[in-house]
């Protein structure tokens, strides 16, 4: 169902329509590592109801990633404990007020992985979250149940967030559209933080015609007023039916970049998986170290392994990650200065089984999305379908949110 199918519902058929699919579409273990909260079935309508239809997502369902606060609403991030060292929400975050604003009803908050400190979706408390139609394979991390609610049809629309790829690699997973907006803007500020250097606000969409309309309503789209210019890159190490569907989507978007630039760009991405593991832990440390020991029985085992290597993090570590960052905005500047936007792969891979949630698999994909990270720049993921069935996307990389190129990639 499109956000026009939803508007066209009754407030008493949408929230049934919701509740139901919740029920039909996942497995009552899916309904627990997909979901954290659901409003009841009064609640639902009378949000429904109260939704203003003449705003331009008015009627419109959403589920809310478990690191944005709802009122009233506990946030525990993927965890057990942080309610206990976290005050309830008595009001909204201004990512959840955004889409408000613009009408949309808040259905729900999705599960994610513990404290969006992985890239996979697994969970060992409420249990790993499944690509919808694919028992077995992940949907991918960290945004994990945002992006099942979606993939199963149970909303049309969920907001996500992205450090290291948390929006780009489940809309791969997924064969969803994704939005990766700026790190240190208003809307991912007051979100439970796992790196604020690089956390960025972001949403799925299961169409082109509804991220369309989510970006022209929460952002605003600028007119390309001539054809961008944008070109793609390949890398290698990619999954031989992958690396052969990103290159026929991406010759349809772009050129392919020349030998120089191509060159640049491999040079400058090789590090920056390295450096954003240690700006990213450096950063989820001065967050955790507060209460992190005396929790310690209550992380995740593989989180409570990142933050212990993010506590022995030295100066030296830290400062030639923060040199390789200086380099990789160094090339990403020149790089605009001459192109407007870069096709680079979203994942080396479809879904993953559980058996493959490897840390070599975890830095493949690392390889891949940690170069618009370390850079803090927009992206908008677009889809691959994979003759198996599963799928993969594409990275859109552009040097702000309301670039034309995302226009030009979602025309009217």
């Known amino acids: 169902m499109t956000f026009d199918?939803?508007?066209?519902?009754?407030?008493?058929?949408?929230?049934?329509?919701?509740?139901?699919?919740?029920?039909?579409?996942?497995?009552?273990?899916?309904?627990?590592?997909?979901?954290?909260?659901?409003?009841?079935?009064?609640?639902?309508?009378?949000?429904?109801?109260s939704a203003d239809r003449s705003?331009?997502?008015?009627?419109?369902?959403?589920?809310?990633?478990?690191l944005f606060d709802l009122a009233g609403v506990p946030t525990f991030a993927g965890s057990t404990f942080l309610p206990d060292v976290r005050p309830t929400p008595p009001a909204d975050g201004a990512f959840v007020t955004a889409l408000r604003q613009a009408g949309a009803v808040p259905a729900g908050k999705t599960q994610m992985h513990e404290f969006a400190y992985g890239i996979t979706g697994?969970?060992?408390?409420?249990?790993?979250?499944?690509?919808?139609?694919?028992?077995?394979?992940?949907?991918?991390?960290?945004?994990?149940?945002?992006?099942?609610?979606?993939?199963?049809?149970?909303?049309?629309?969920?907001?996500?967030?992205?450090?290291?790829?948390?929006?780009?690699?489940?809309?791969?997973?997924?064969?969803?559209?994704?939005?990766?907006?700026?790190?240190?803007?208003?809307?991912?500020?007051?979100?439970?933080?796992?790196s604020p250097t690089f956390d960025a606000a972001g949403w799925f969409t299961a169409t082109a015609a509804d991220m369309r309309t989510s970006l022209r309503a929460l952002i605003g789209l600028a007119s390309p007023q001539r054809e961008p210019r944008g070109c793609f890159v390949v890398p290698a190490g990619l999954d031989?039916?992958?690396?052969?569907a990103c290159l026929a989507a991406a010759e349809r978007l772009a050129t392919?970049?020349?030998?120089?630039?191509?060159?640049?760009?491999?040079?400058?991405?090789?590090?920056?998986?390295?450096?954003?593991?240690?700006?990213?832990?450096?950063d989820a440390w001065r967050y955790h170290s507060v209460w992190a020991d005396r929790y310690r029985e209550r992380y995740d085992p593989s989180v409570w392994h990142r933050l212990t290597f993010a506590?022995?993090?030295?100066?030296?570590?830290?400062?030639?990650?923060?040199?390789?960052?200086?380099?990789?905005?160094?090339?990403?500047?020149?790089?605009?200065?001459?192109?407007?936007?870069?096709?680079?792969?979203?994942s080396p891979c479809a879904a993953l089984l559980k058996s493959d949630c490897t840390q070599a698999n975890r830095e493949r994909i690392l390889a891949l999305t940690a170069p618009a990270s370390l850079a803090g720049l927009p992206v908008l993921?677009?889809?691959?379908?994979?003759?198996s069935g599963l799928s993969t996307g594409l990275q859109i990389i552009v040097p702000a949110i309301n670039s034309p190129s995302i226009a030009w990639i979602l025309p009217d």
Do not use: M
């Open 240 to 244: 031989p039916d992958v690396a052969a």
């Open 5 to 49: 199918d939803w508007r066209a519902l009754s407030p008493a058929n949408a929230a049934q329509t919701v509740l139901r699919r919740i029920r039909e579409r996942l497995s009552p273990a899916q309904q627990r590592a997909v979901f954290r909260f659901v409003p009841t079935a009064t609640a639902l309508t009378h949000a429904f109801a």
């Open 256 to 282: 392919p970049a020349d030998a120089d630039t191509a060159s640049a760009a491999f040079a400058a991405f090789a590090p920056t998986a390295q450096a954003y593991g240690v700006i990213t832990g450096t």
């Open 311 to 346: 506590r022995r993090l030295t100066a030296d570590q830290q400062r030639q990650a923060a040199d390789i960052l200086g380099r990789t905005r160094a090339f990403w500047s020149g790089f605009f200065a001459a192109w407007d936007f870069l096709v680079l792969p979203a």
């Open 122 to 194: 697994e969970n060992a408390h409420f249990g790993d979250c499944e690509r919808p139609g694919f028992p077995g394979r992940v949907s991918g991390g960290s945004s994990s149940g945002s992006a099942a609610a979606v993939a199963a049809g149970i909303v049309p629309l969920a907001l996500a967030s992205d450090t290291g790829g948390s929006v780009r690699l489940p809309a791969a997973f997924c064969g969803l559209w994704g939005i990766r907006c700026a790190p240190r803007e208003p809307w991912i500020a007051d979100a439970v933080p796992l």
């Open 381 to 387: 993921t677009v889809p691959v379908q994979l003759p």
């Open 55 to 66: 705003l331009p997502l008015g009627g419109v369902p959403f589920a809310i990633k478990d």
